[in-house]
């Protein structure tokens, strides 16, 4: 354990990595390394200033939050609240019955494999991004079932923050209350995190695919609980089907239900956001990594990298 704080020590003192925020890891049910920073920081688009960095400070964690939508599915899928990912995704919006009727599932959205014309490869800034696009439409939900399908549903990964407001909109439809007050309900508190924000769209409804913010702390909570099969919070069965490698992305990584899924030599699993968020889970070394950082929009800034190969390097 020694030689794990004293790498990241080093490179944290080599400035190899100026946009770390925070960083806990968890390994056998212990918090063995907590380190925090200082720096610029955003709630989503909104400038914070310089914010220095401790236990207690809460901290966007971006397309994490997807991950997180994907866990409260499959409680509220247990509570017999929304569809079987079978089920098709049109009829779960009777608003719209007045849209082609595609043959869209559930599960297609949980896999972003939904086949839309869809472009998240711009700056979160722009609204040539379909993610910001879609929070500035006047219905975000009709703004993604009206996209144009492209290419067949099912047979390619394709990166998709519409994906997500749909879950997010059919648990809440299930639930009768906002996503952020069942998730309160059913994960936080049974977590023993307390104090968490989800930030709003105009309408006033949380950012399902990014507007989630955690401490550390709890994101590492989340990790720990997902390495356990759930601890009686998430369905053990559910976490198994959310967590089988589904969809290639790339080489050893593949997309479950909103996760992604490493298939190599040290098999794991992760959440991820914009700006060097990470979540990163490893069963056979008992590892939880959380990790937050403001290197938002950049996208070919080694810091978070050089902070995980330190912690996971033998």
């Known amino acids: 354990m020694t030689g794990m704080v004293d790498r990241l020590d080093a490179v944290l003192n080599a400035g190899e990595a100026p946009g770390l925020h925070g960083i806990v890891v968890v390994q056998r049910g212990e918090r ?11 709630r989503l ?22 991950s997180v939508v994907a866990l409260l599915y499959g409680i509220a899928l247990e509570s017999g609240l929304v569809p079987d990912p079978g089920e098709r995704l049109l009829d779960q919006f009777p608003a719209y019955r007045d849209l082609a009727d595609a043959a869209l599932t559930v599960e297609h959205a949980l896999t972003m494999t939904l086949g839309l014309e869809w472009d998240e490869s711009v700056p979160y800034t722009s609204a040539a991004n379909s ?8 219905d975000r939900y009709r703004y993604v079932l009206e996209r144009p399908i492209v290419e067949e549903p099912g047979t390619r990964w ?12 059919i648990i809440a439809r299930g639930a009768g209350r906002p996503l952020d007050e069942y998730a309160r309900q059913v994960l936080f508190e049974p977590l023993g995190i307390g104090a968490f924000e989800w930030t ?29 099969g759930g601890d009686g919070v998430v369905p053990e069965g ?3 089907e959310a967590l089988r490698p589904r969809v290639p992305i790339d080489g ?13 030599a040290t098999p794991a699993v992760s959440a991820s956001g914009n700006g060097g968020q990470r979540l990163l889970v490893i ?18 800034r080694p810091g978070t990298a050089a902070v995980l190969d330190a912690v996971l390097r033998d």
């Open 45 to 66: 688009g909104d400038p914070l200033g310089h914010v220095t960095f401790d236990a207690g400070t809460p901290h966007d964690v971006r397309s994490i939050t997807k």
């Open 200 to 228: 709003k769209g105009a309408d006033g409804v949380p950012l399902a695919a990014a507007g989630l913010r955690l401490t550390p702390r709890d994101l590492a909570a989340i990790g720990v609980m997902v390495l356990r």
């Open 252 to 264: 050893d990584r593949h997309y479950g239900y909103h996760w992604y899924v490493e298939t190599g």
């Open 238 to 240: 559910w976490l198994r």
């Open 131 to 138: 993610e910001i696009a879609m929070e500035e439409a006047p």
């Open 32 to 42: 063995v390394l907590e380190r925090y920073g200082a720096g610029q920081d955003f």
């Open 283 to 300: 069963p056979s070394r008992d590892l939880v990594v959380a990790v937050t950082a403001g290197d938002y929009d950049v996208f070919d």
């Open 158 to 169: 394709s990166y998709c923050g519409g994906a997500t407001a749909l879950l997010g909109g």
